[in-house]
């Protein structure tokens, strides 16, 4: 019996919520993410706290359009780092009614170093992820995501492994 519910209990769980994506929808999500300096040969990469808050609307069935903002936050040495982009974010559901979702946009980065400076660039998201939905309007998010700031001084990365909740 165990064994059974085991087998069948997810899938009859799932099946109590759809994946329907209608209009507005807003999420948040927490992780651990690397950050790697590209034009730096003798820095390593940093692990350090992630974030990011997304909204947007839907387009079509597989469709959504939104913006989003991550951050990436350490403190190493007694200095504290700041990284993260804004970026205009296409949703793309290869199936209407599934939870598997990959993610790309452009916009803006921008880079703090704690007593050396800050700066503002070109910002580029891509990521991907699946919706469990939980309740009719509300899905847990776990997701993979990458995203890079290039400017005047050079470029970095961030590699992110998160969990989120989106409201739809």
């Not at 165990?2 to 799932?14: Q, S, T, W």
């Not at 099946?15 to 209608?22: D, F, L």
């Not at 504290?80 to 974010?89: F, H, L, N, Q, S």
């Amino acid at each position: 019996m165990c064994a059974v519910l085991l087998v069948a209990g997810p899938g009859i769980l799932l099946a109590q919520h759809p994946q329907e994506r209608n209009g507005f929808w807003i999420g948040f999500g927490f992780g651990y993410g690397s950050l790697g300096v590209d034009d730096c040969d003798e820095c390593g990469r940093d692990g350090g706290l992630a974030g990011n808050f997304r909204l947007g609307g839907k387009l079509s069935d597989k469709v959504l359009l939104g913006f989003e903002s991550n951050a990436w936050i350490d403190e190493d040495f007694g200095t504290t780092v700041t990284a993260g982009t804004g970026t205009a974010t296409v949703y793309f559901y290869p199936s209407p009614t599934g939870g598997l979702h990959f993610k790309g946009g452009l916009g803006l980065a921008h880079l703090d170093i704690e007593d050396a400076g800050e700066d503002t660039g070109e910002g580029l998201l891509l990521g991907a992820a699946y919706d469990f939905r939980v309740g009719r309007n509300t899905s847990v998010v776990p997701s993979i995501g990458f995203y890079a700031g290039d400017f005047d001084g050079g470029s970095i990365n961030v590699l992110v492994f998160g969990v989120g909740v989106t409201f739809h």
